[in-house]
């Protein structure tokens, strides 16, 4: 009896090891094949943009193709869920934006908790909302677009890359310290809210992430009023900060990248090493500086801690704005 115990635990012991010995390796080979990483907006949009320019990075480091899968809709939550959902395996990764810490008050019934339910990676760049104007509007100046829009009631809509984004709560804040009255109008992403506001199509208005809007601000096809950081950004120094007109003003935006819960603690400190060394290289920094954008260098749990402060200050930007889901 003693005998047969002894081989049943030795039988254990080596399909244990066997198992574990596979998983090592699979860690130490990763990636072995493609990578899906997961934006939850449409192309064109600040996140879309930051995740390519990443996952081209991640690529050449990796030695696998980083493919981007934009899962837009629901305020960027079905993208999240499907992030949440998937295998902890580390061919999944998810980027993070501002509408996950904002969501977390916005929806009163998530069917998920962000910061329990994903395990953070690393950031990747703190970015500034602008003020953003079709051409066709009569105006110069953040002073100017107040009076205007004061005289034309019901005519300026405010466009945004969805309900409960930086994009649509910044501009919920301008409302609330200016006192207009500025129809919402919500896109599945800023690439679309873009093209209706180009083509002077309904909207006039969107507070957008730099980096989706300044190639449009470069070219002339939009004009920019104000940046909606406490100073002026080195990307477009010749637009105001809106705090020189409404002083305290401030809103921006951050991303990063994220993975199912439960991923090995090997891939994550993998994918946290390279995505620093991306932010640390000269000709990466340059590409989010071209940008509007600042890099965010640190470990998986600074990351979390600036999620976790993140998601506190917009809650108090939701009860401020009074926004609605819509």
């Keep these: 009896m003693m005998h047969a115990r002894l081989v049943a635990l030795a039988v254990l012991g080596a399909s244990l090891f066997g198992l574990l010995s596979q998983s090592v ?23 879309d943009i930051l995740a390519r320019v990443m ?20 305020g960027n939550n079905i993208g999240t869920e499907l992030a949440i959902k998937s295998a902890p395996d580390g061919y999944t990764l998810f980027l993070v934006n501002p509408a996950n810490a904002i969501n977390a008050t916005l929806y009163t019934k998530l069917p998920f908790n962000f ?28 002073a100017d677009f107040i009076d205007y829009a004061k005289k034309n009631p019901g005519k300026v809509n405010m466009a945004s ?26 896109f599945k992403g800023a690439g679309p809210a873009l093209i209706e506001l180009v083509g002077g199509r309904n909207v006039q208005v969107i507070f957008d992430n730099m980096p989706s809007s300044i190639g449009h601000v470069r070219g002339g096809t939009l004009r920019a009023l104000a940046v909606t950081t406490a100073k002026r950004s080195a990307a477009l120094p010749d637009v105001p900060a809106m705090a020189e007109t409404l002083p305290g003003f401030e809103a921006s935006a951050w991303f ?71």
């Design 115 to 142: 910061l329990r339910d994903l395990d953070p990676v690393a950031g990747i760049a703190r970015v500034p909302n602008m003020m953003v104007i079709t051409r066709e509007l009569p105006v110069k100046t953040v």
């Design 25 to 47: 390796a699979a860690q130490t080979n990763y990636p072995e094949r493609p990578i899906r990483w997961i934006v939850p907006y449409p192309p064109a949009g600040t996140t």
């Design 55 to 74: 996952g081209g990075w991640l690529t050449q480091r990796l030695g696998a193709q980083v493919v981007i899968d934009n899962r837009p809709g629901a």
């Design 256 to 326: 990063g990248m994220a993975v199912p819960k439960g991923t090995p603690a090997a891939i994550v400190a993998r994918l946290n090493k390279e995505m620093n060394a991306g932010l640390e290289d000269p000709k990466m920094r340059a590409r989010l500086a071209e940008l509007g954008g600042d890099p965010i260098i640190g470990t998986p749990a600074e990351f979390w801690k600036l999620h976790a402060a993140e998601t506190e200050k917009w809650a108090k930007a939701v009860k401020i704005s009074g926004a609605k889901v819509e």
């Design 161 to 186: 890359s969805g309900s409960g984004t930086s994009v649509h709560l910044t501009g919920e804040l301008f409302k609330a310290a200016t006192g207009l009255d500025l129809l919402h109008v919500p």
